[in-house]
């Protein structure tokens, strides 16, 4: 299919595959046969092959090390780097460093990004985002949020709850949603403030426990629940204008949306791929099972709609170069959530038992995918969203005909 990407973005993504193609699959299909544990060394000696293949940090300005693509041209290196359990951690576009990386380089200060960013692009250190609280603090609802951050001099203190923070657990700081204008709605009254996560009075309370945990590398940062008590901070450490974090939260998540959708379409094709050499391979009441004419329509429907994902996300991502793109996002990420979802399910069924064992990705895919219709936005929220948009457009015509419609019938 062609989707009107660049010739770099083709380039690169072309690249991309067959770095996965060579490298990153055969480790992975390798590990999951022999139940192993792929390394951190060996993690990073796939950051090494893509920093000699041009490949590591696509996302990233070059002087920071990355290859400087433009957020359009990166999204089909994303969808390649998502056919692989560890495909955006082998060239260092994982979230949520990936996201935190944007941020920082997006409004970070010269220090902070000389102090963070560079190390968190290199991957000597790592980071979370701090901003999912538990009942009843801020999530779907993010106006709801508690955390606070009060001025002591030239210092932040912090009190608050956070939960769900990915990667908290081997973070060596983390970007903090936090009021820090109790007089102010929560949408011009909130900061996101940059915590090293050895200050006292960060307290890792634990891991989550959670669908999709079973992780086939060393490098797991889990899902972190923290308590922040008096944790104190540089004001300095504002990431962004004070009382802006909101907007800047929107910034991030707006792309962070699209770069997940492309990595979970990236791992629908790889599911796909992997049902339909199933099924030509695998015979059953007298015929392969890829010449039973269900299954062939349900294939048939799988890349039909997988096919409108990729192109309604590339066309949010246009949009996105040129405003918030608010709702065009929205449409994307429930979409894309709800056919990978639906793509993996069928994989599974098609591939029956081998669909569920650990030898094959599927049975990671499938506990994965399904966590994507409520991180970064529950599929409601978005649909809420979408759904105010389309009310506020009603065509005065229509309300006419309608009404006089509804007048005549009442006549008669």
């Known amino acids: 299919m062609e989707y009107q990407d660049s010739e770099k973005a083709v380039e690169v993504a072309t690249r991309v595959e067959a770095f996965m193609d060579e490298v990153v699959l055969p480790r992975e299909r390798e590990a999951l046969a022999n139940d192993e544990v792929i390394t951190n060394d060996e993690i990073e000696a796939m950051w090494e092959m893509a920093k000699d293949r041009d ?180 004001v300095e450490n504002t990431v962004g204008e004070e009382n802006e974090g909101f907007q800047i939260a929107q910034m991030r998540l707006g792309g962070g949306r699209l770069t997940h959708c492309m990595r979970y379409s990236g791992m629908a094709e790889r599911s796909l791929d992997i049902a339909k050499a199933y099924l030509s391979k695998r015979e059953a009441f007298g015929d392969p099972l890829a010449e039973k004419q269900s299954l062939r329509h349900k294939i048939a429907d799988a890349e039909t709609k997988l096919h409108a994902a990729r192109a309604i996300v590339r066309h949010a991502a246009r949009e996105l170069d040129r405003s918030e793109a608010r709702i065009e996002v929205a449409m994307s990420k429930t979409y894309t959530a709800n056919v990978t979802n639906e793509i993996i399910d069928l994989a599974v069924q098609c591939c029956g038992a081998n669909g569920i064992g650990r030898d094959l990705p599927l049975a990671h895919f499938y506990e994965d995918v399904r966590t994507f219709r409520i991180v970064d936005g529950a599929d409601e929220v978005h649909r809420r969203s979408i759904a105010r948009e389309a009310f506020e457009d009603i065509k005065e015509e229509e309300l006419e005909y309608i009404c006089r419609f509804d007048t005549n019938r009442q006549m008669h």
């Open 55 to 234: 490949l590591f940090a696509p996302q990233m300005p070059e002087k920071y090390g990355g290859q400087g693509l433009d957020f359009s041209d990166m999204l089909p290196s994303f969808e390649q780097v998502g056919r692989s359990l560890i495909g955006a951690l082998s060239i260092r576009a994982n979230a949520p460093q990936e996201g935190n990386m944007h941020t920082l380089e997006m409004v970070g200060t010269d220090e902070q990004k000389e102090q963070w960013l560079r190390p968190l692009v290199q991957g000597e250190i790592s980071s979370g985002f701090s901003m999912t609280e538990p009942m009843q603090g801020g999530g779907s609802d993010p106006k709801m949020l508690r955390t606070t951050a009060e001025k002591d001099g030239d210092e932040w203190v912090i009190n608050g709850h956070k939960w769900w923070t990915t990667d908290g657990l081997t973070a060596d700081f983390l970007l903090v949603m936090a009021r820090t204008n109790m007089d102010a709605h929560p949408y011009s009254g909130t900061s996101i403030i940059l915590v090293p996560t050895d200050t006292d009075g960060v307290n890792i309370v634990r891991n989550i426990p959670h669908m999709g945990g079973h992780s086939i590398t060393e490098r797991e940062g889990g899902h972190a629940e923290i308590k922040f008590e008096n944790v104190r901070v540089p």
